[in-house]
Every structure is written in structure tokens, then in C-alpha cells.
């Protein structure tokens, strides 16, 4: 396909190759460098590894097939994921620029490219370093024995329980009211809560201090943060796996489901899921390309990448599953041991009667001799597969699940400083590209004076994100958070991503595009390459964003709520949003995709303006 | 006896799960143990009532269940027939709740007076919370680090401008050998290799 838009003055813009070898001989260059490819690698693992790949992935997983769901996951790896992360890093590593100047040196009037990235980017890392907020919270009050969340508060007369405490569960409450303090709905403010200030002042100050010399600093962090993960997980690996429930879990994750393939949302959700896991369209693995030698092999990287991504996806799925399995094996336990003391007390029959291997005839005959009584009793239907499926998603799955989890297992206070550490590192090592993103084209957007130091920049941009972030330390900072968790990073994301292939194969020019991977690492990509980047991977994009958009304003907006006033309680209770919050959605998905158009449209007008005069 | 027992409202049930609490070294629940039970309700109504003498014969247990389970009332001491309210008993057992406990080997969860509900216990609460001294050690450390960082990128500026201050300062002093300048060694200008813009041009 010889399809290319005209784009004159491209040569002017962007260093030819002559300038390319002089500045990597000489090493002339003034941007900041990778102390060796170890660092990038670790940095580049550690943006695209995050908490999504613990608590989003498993769950998608287990609820579209099990097993079958990772055909559709790694095919789209392979078609979707690659081919824009070698797009990415090798126009990074070419331009030598942040996302803004790579998408102005490519056109100006693309710049709003740049600019979109830049927002999403901003966005996401407010509401993720609250996450990270949270995290920290849990692990400082890790330290304890009995930790926090196996307690719950007594109520006046000491006979008791605080009611909200005693219907759901002390995890539930810890959450929900002590650490978070949630409201009724998004529209109660209800104040600052200081706990989650207080961790998001920590939060804030621990990525300033990582990221406070740029890549000098965060390349060395990222030896720790990208790397404490995969030891942590072959810990829990090895503890899961000798628990009790452990292979029920794993089991219920990988068996496969077949015709799970056959429904559209399966391979939908796994497309989605594979954009947002590589962080595509964040701008900033273009900015770190753009810190590699020209000659780097960022084909190479490329695969090393997704591979490296698709293996930790299954990898920390098992380990997740198998806790998870432990955990539903315990509860259901629990459900039969408590079935079996209420017919004990209603029948009065000797203690050891009914046991829990006899537990199912020992019901049939009693159901069948007194149904009556036994309709009376508040007899629980235990479900082994609801337990496997509850809660298993987001953060009801760290904070609620897996701490429940933790507090069965013998040594709970180091499991879970354990755990937490290890979301800790994940979430951290995701932000430093995060705030890359950011940061860099700020600078070359001009917002920043150029005599700043980079710890200025640094310093500054947290100051302002901590401000921000002030949002999601309210009483009603949950409902904000899943908002923007829902909003601000989907959509836009898949729009810049649209936007950058076209920009790159259609404007740039997949010819010239080609001949820069030739110049830099040697040989031309091969056929595989070139049929995913001018039509498969731009197609699968428009696809699930076509139907992103169809699904979501179709549904009605709702959204869960802790309520402990509501009938449902303790399960959330799910009510629709006040009417302005289409403003503000507007806001967090609009204002990023248009930003593209939008630009261009200012640029024209402006230089037709300055034509006229 | 048993006939001011069966049907009271005054009475009480009690559940005993002694499997529960003991497992393997569960005791047999016969006529003895009952007898001690007897005596323990006795011993803590004595206590609660300073001076009343109750005896094992003022309490009184009917509808045994093989569960173990069983109801049982407490009369009076001076007058057998008449039964003592619910809320003195009541208060009777939550006071010496722990003793009744301790005799059986038992906990409030499995030596059970339905509707006389155990008084928990509080949570455990450290003075000082833990998570603000883990909170105090994370930040003090990032502080000084970040103090660090800010004063050793000052010195290493302030070192590069001084180099380069120097080397301004060398380049100055290229021009002037000996100390002159080349103005003050008091020559003539010879108007020769002037640019001679003051002739008339050709």
C-alpha cells in the first residue's frame, strides 16, 4: 500500500542519519542515558508489569474459559501488543524525543498526539498512586500481631459487635471504614480523611525521591521495584501450593471452557486487556527508547517484552489462583462446619453424629424426616464455585480477599508485608513511566522554564499531583477512583493508539519507517511486521474501540456503593450516577481523545490567520 | 423438682460442646458432671448474693439432650417452690462467667447460656500504632535521601561553575602577556592595512 499523506518539511524536523552516527560516536548528545540495556529492559518490564497484572488479568481469565481464554490473549499479544510496542520503541529510539516531540517532529499539527498522551498519562497516575496510597496504608499496619483487619470494634454495651462490622466481615470494615471511611455515594464529600492523606503525602514523596534525577535515579530503583516481584510471587508460589484448596483454585483457573471463544466479549476484553497491559500510548516507553544508543536492537526488545509480559501474566494468575483456591476452600469449610452446628443445636443429637464427611446424607435424612424444622433454620447453601468467584477483581481482590487469605495463613504479619511490598514495587515501577510521560513533554511543551533542573521538574509535578490527588483522600475518594479507573483510561488510550499507528504508517511513512529500523539495527522487519502495522493492529484497535463506545453508552451509568443503610448490604449496592457526572466523564475520556483533532484544527486556524495578515 | 423446671419461663438453656473445645481429650458429659454443674450455678449465685445460701438442690435441670443441652431454673433458697427472676440469675452467671468457664475447661463459645450473651473481649490495641512508626521510620529515611540528593546536585554545580569560571578566567588571560595589554605597550596604529573607507571609492 503506497498510501501517504504529504507531510513537507519532514528532513528539516527529525536528525538525518549522518547526525545520528556523529551523535552516537561522539556521544554528544545532552539527553540523559541508560547507565547499561539491563536498566532499560528492568524499566521497560517494570512500566508494563503492574498491579493490573495481579488482580485484572486472573480475573478475566477465570471468568472468560479459564484456560481456553489464553488463546485469544496470546494471539492478540502476537497481532495487537507487539507490533505497537516495536512501533513505539523504535520511533522513540529514531526521533530522540519525548512522546510531544516525536509526534511534532513527525507533523506539528499531530502534536495533540503528544498532548492526549500527556493527559492520559497525568490522569491515570493520580488515581494509580492512590492505589499505591492504599497499598502503603496496609503495609505499614502490616507490622502487627493480630494484624488490624482481624478485629472488629466492639459496640457500647460490649456484647458485640458495631452492627456494620457484624454483618459483613473485619475486612470489609477495615476497608471500608477504616482505611477509606467510604460514604454513601459520590455526591457525600464528607472531608479529607487524614489516614489516606497522610499515605498519599508518603506515596507522593517516595516516587519524588525515585524519580527525583529522572533515569538516573528511577534506572537504579527499577532494580528493586522490577525485579522484587517475581521473587515475592515464587514465595507465595511455593506457600500457595502447599495449602489446602491450593489445586481447587488452580484448577477452576485453567480449565478450559471452549465456547467461551465463540463470544465476541472474550476477545474483546482480551484485546483491551493486551493494549492496557504493554501501557501502550502512555508516551512513555517512547521516551525511554529515546534514551537507548541508535543502534539498539529494538526488535529485539520488542519480542523479549511481550514475552517476558505474557509469561508474568500466567505466572502471577497461578499464584493468585492458588491463595484465592485456599481461601474459598477455608470459607466453604467454615459454611458446612456452621450448617452442621445448626442442626446439632435444633436436633439435639450428640456432638460427633454429623461430621463434614457425612454431612450431605445426614441432611438429606433429616430434611426428608423433619422438613419443616429444617425450613425454619437458617440453613446456608455452600457454593464452592460462587466462593471461587466472589470479589476476585480490582481492589476487592488485594484488599479484601487476599487479606482475608493472608490472616488464615500461619505467620500472617509477614505474609502480608510480603504481599504488599510486592504491590508496592509493581505499582511504583508502573508510575516511573507514569511520570515520564508526564514530565518530559511538559519540558517540551515549554510549561517548564528551560533553566529548571530535572529536580525541580520532579519536585514540582508531585507537589501539584499530590494537590490533586487530594480528590481520592474524601469520603466518597473510592467512587472518584473507579470512576477514573473506568473513564480515563480506557477510551483515550485506545484512540491514541489508533492515532499513533496512522500517524506513523500513513503520515511518517511506513517506507521511511522502514528504512530507519534497517539504518538502526540492520535488516528491514520482515513481511509479519508490515501486514500488522499498515492494517491488522490499526483494525483490532478500531474494533474494540468501536464497540467500547457502543457498549458503554448504551448501558446506564451506574456504580456500586458501600451502604450499610441499603437492603443489599453487605453486598454493594449499585446506584446510578447524578447527572453531572457526564461532565466530568466528559472531561477524563473526552478532552484526551479530541485533543488530537482538536489541535490540529487550533494549528490550522491559527497559521491560515498568520497566512492572512 | 423437675416439674418447676419443665416450661418455666425462668429457665435457661445451656449448650455444651465439649468435642468441640477438646477434641481428643474430650470428657464423658454423665450425672457427675451435671452434679458439677449443679454446683458451680450454686457457687456463683452464692457470690453474686452476699448471704443467700443456695445449695446444688435450688437448681434444678430438665430436658437433657444427648447434644448436651439442657434447661435449667434456681429457687429461692428460703421458699423451693418460688423461682428466681431471669435477670438475677443472669447477672449472677456473668459475673463469675469465667470460674463456670474454667471448671468445665471450657470457653464462652462452647459452654453456651442461650440469651446471656458473653461480654467480649476488647480488641487488641497497641499504645503507639504500629503503622505510624513503620509510617516515621519510611519517611525519615526518604527525607534524608531526598536532602542528599538535593545537596550533593548543589555542590556538583556549584563545582562545575567554579571549573567553569576557571576556565573563563584562563582564556581572559591569553591576550595579556607579562601582565599588558596589547593597548598599553604605546605603539603608533599604521593606517596601512586600514580598510581605507575614507577614500573615494573607484
Redesign the interface.
Given at each position: 500500500m503506497r498510501l501517504l499523506l504529504p507531510n513537507p518539511g519532514l528532513d528539516d524536523r527529525i536528525h538525518s542519519y549522518e547526525d545520528l552516527e556523529r551523535m552516537d560516536k561522539e556521544e554528544a548528545e545532552d539527553r540523559p542515558k541508560w547507565d547499561n540495556k539491563a536498566q532499560y529492559i528492568l524499566t521497560c518490564v517494570g512500566f508494563c508489569i503492574g498491579i493490573g497484572n495481579v488482580w485484572r488479568f486472573p480475573y478475566l481469565c477465570q471468568s472468560h474459559g479459564g484456560g481456553a481464554f489464553l488463546i485469544p490473549y496470546l494471539i492478540l499479544l502476537v497481532l495487537e501488543g507487539m507490533p505497537l510496542l516495536l512501533m513505539e520503541f523504535a520511533i522513540g529510539q529514531r526521533l530522540r524525543k519525548g512522546s510531544v516531540g516525536v509526534w511534532r517532529a513527525i507533523n506539528p499539527y499531530l502534536t495533540g498526539i503528544g498532548i492526549a498522551s500527556m493527559l492520559v498519562s497525568l490522569l491515570i497516575g493520580l488515581y494509580y498512586n492512590t492505589l499505591i496510597a492504599w497499598i502503603m496504608?496496609y503495609?505499614?499496619?502490616s507490622?502487627?500481631d493480630?494484624l488490624p483487619w482481624t478485629?472488629?470494634?466492639?459496640n457500647e454495651n460490649?456484647?458485640?459487635?458495631v452492627p456494620e462490622c457484624q454483618q459483613s466481615s473485619t475486612v470489609d470494615y477495615y476497608f471500608y471504614r477504616v482505611t477509606l471511611n467510604t460514604s454513601a455515594s459520590i455526591t457525600d464529600s464528607g472531608g479529607l480523611h487524614w489516614p489516606v492523606v497522610?499515605c498519599l503525602?508518603?506515596a507522593w514523596?517516595?516516587i519524588?525521591?525515585c524519580y527525583?534525577?529522572g533515569i538516573s535515579?528511577s534506572g537504579k530503583a527499577v532494580y528493586v521495584t522490577a525485579l522484587l516481584p517475581y521473587v515475592v510471587l515464587a514465595i507465595f508460589l511455593i506457600r500457595g501450593l502447599t495449602l489446602k484448596g491450593a489445586m481447587t483454585g488452580v484448577k477452576f483457573l485453567f480449565t478450559p471452557n471452549v465456547d467461551e471463544l465463540m463470544n465476541p466479549t472474550t476477545w474483546l476484553d482480551a484485546g483491551a486487556q493486551v493494549f492496557y497491559a504493554f501501557s501502550l500510548a502512555w508516551g512513555g516507553l517512547i521516551s525511554f527508547s529515546s534514551y537507548n544508543p541508535v543502534h539498539n536492537n529494538c526488535k529485539q526488545d520488542a519480542i523479549i517484552l511481550s514475552a517476558v509480559t505474557g509469561f508474568t501474566s500466567i505466572y502471577a494468575a497461578t499464584v493468585t489462583y492458588t491463595i484465592i483456591g485456599f481461601r474459598a476452600t477455608e470459607k466453604y469449610e467454615q459454611c458446612i462446619s456452621e450448617n452442621i452446628r445448626t442442626l446439632?443445636?435444633a436436633?439435639?443429637?450428640?456432638?460427633?453424629s454429623i461430621t463434614t464427611s457425612n454431612y450431605d446424607e445426614a441432611f438429606l435424612h433429616l430434611n426428608s424426616s423433619h422438613p419443616d424444622t429444617i425450613l425454619g433454620l437458617d440453613i446456608k447453601i455452600c457454593d464452592m464455585h460462587k466462593l471461587l468467584s466472589e470479589g476476585v477483581e480490582g481492589t476487592g481482590l488485594a484488599f479484601i480477599v487476599f487479606t482475608e487469605a493472608i490472616t488464615k495463613m500461619p505467620g500472617s504479619p509477614a505474609w502480608a508485608v510480603l504481599f504488599f511490598v510486592m504491590l508496592l514495587c509493581l505499582g511504583l515501577s508502573t508510575l516511573f513511566g507514569n511520570i515520564e510521560g508526564v514530565v518530559v513533554p511538559l519540558k517540551d511543551l515549554g510549561v517548564f522554564p528551560k533553566k529548571w533542573?530535572q529536580?525541580a521538574l520532579t519536585g514540582v509535578t508531585c507537589v501539584v499531583a499530590f494537590i490533586f490527588t487530594l480528590l481520592f483522600a474524601q469520603h466518597s475518594g473510592l467512587y472518584w477512583l473507579t470512576l477514573f479507573d473506568n473513564f480515563a483510561g480506557s477510551v483515550p488510550l485506545l484512540s491514541i493508539g489508533f492515532f499513533e499507528m496512522i500517524a506513523v504508517v500513513y503520515i511518517y511513512g511506513v517506507d521511511r519507517f522502514n528504512e530507519d529500523i534497517k539504518f538502526m539495527i540492520g535488516h528491514k522487519p520482515n513481511i509479519f511486521w508490515q501486514a500488522s502495522w499498515r492494517i491488522i493492529s490499526p483494525l483490532i484497535i478500531l474494533i474494540i474501540l468501536v464497540f467500547y463506545l457502543v457498549t458503554q453508552t448504551q448501558q446506564q451509568l451506574t456504580y456500586l456503593v458501600w451502604d450499610p443503610d441499603s437492603e443489599e448490604f453487605p453486598t454493594l449496592a449499585s446506584i446510578p450516577y447524578p447527572p453531572w457526572i457526564n461532565a466530568v466523564i466528559f472531561l477524563l475520556a473526552g478532552i484526551p481523545s479530541l485533543a488530537m483533532p482538536l489541535y490540529a484544527l487550533c494549528r490550522l486556524i491559527f497559521v491560515s490567520c498568520k497566512k492572512k495578515r | 423438682m423437675s416439674r418447676l423446671c419443665v416450661g418455666s419461663s425462668h429457665a435457661y438453656k445451656v449448650r455444651i460442646s465439649i468435642k468441640t473445645a477438646l477434641g481428643n481429650q474430650a470428657y464423658v458429659w454423665n450425672d457427675n458432671e451435671m452434679y458439677l454443674f449443679r454446683a458451680a450455678m450454686a457457687f456463683a449465685l452464692r457470690s453474686y448474693h452476699n448471704g443467700q445460701e443456695f445449695n446444688v438442690s435450688n437448681i434444678m435441670v430438665c430436658n437433657e439432650t444427648p447434644r448436651v443441652s439442657f434447661w435449667f431454673v434456681v429457687s429461692s433458697p428460703e421458699n423451693s417452690s418460688v423461682l428466681l427472676k431471669k435477670g438475677d440469675v443472669e447477672n449472677a452467671i456473668r459475673k463469675s462467667r469465667n470460674r463456670i468457664n474454667g471448671a468445665f475447661l471450657l470457653t464462652d463459645q462452647t459452654l453456651e447460656f442461650i440469651d446471656i450473651p458473653p461480654t467480649l473481649a476488647a480488641p487488641v490495641m497497641p499504645v503507639t500504632p504500629p503503622w505510624l512508626i513503620v509510617f516515621g521510620v519510611v519517611m525519615g529515611a526518604v527525607g534524608a535521601g531526598i536532602i542528599f540528593l538535593l545537596v550533593s546536585s548543589l555542590v556538583q554545580s556549584k563545582r562545575k561553575k567554579n571549573k567553569k569560571t576557571l576556565d573563563e578566567d584562563r582564556e581572559d588571560m591569553r591576550g595579556i602577556e607579562n601582565g599588558l595589554g596589547c593597548d598599553n605597550l604605546g605603539g603608533v596604529y599604521n593606517t596601512t592595512f586600514s580598510d581605507g573607507d575614507k577614500f573615494t571609492p573607484m
Open positions: 496504608w503495609l505499614f499496619n507490622f502487627q493480630p478485629q472488629c470494634p466492639l460490649r456484647t458485640g459487635y497522610v503525602l508518603a514523596t517516595v519524588g525521591i527525583i534525577r535515579t446439632l443445636n436436633f439435639g443429637v450428640p456432638e460427633n533542573p529536580e | -
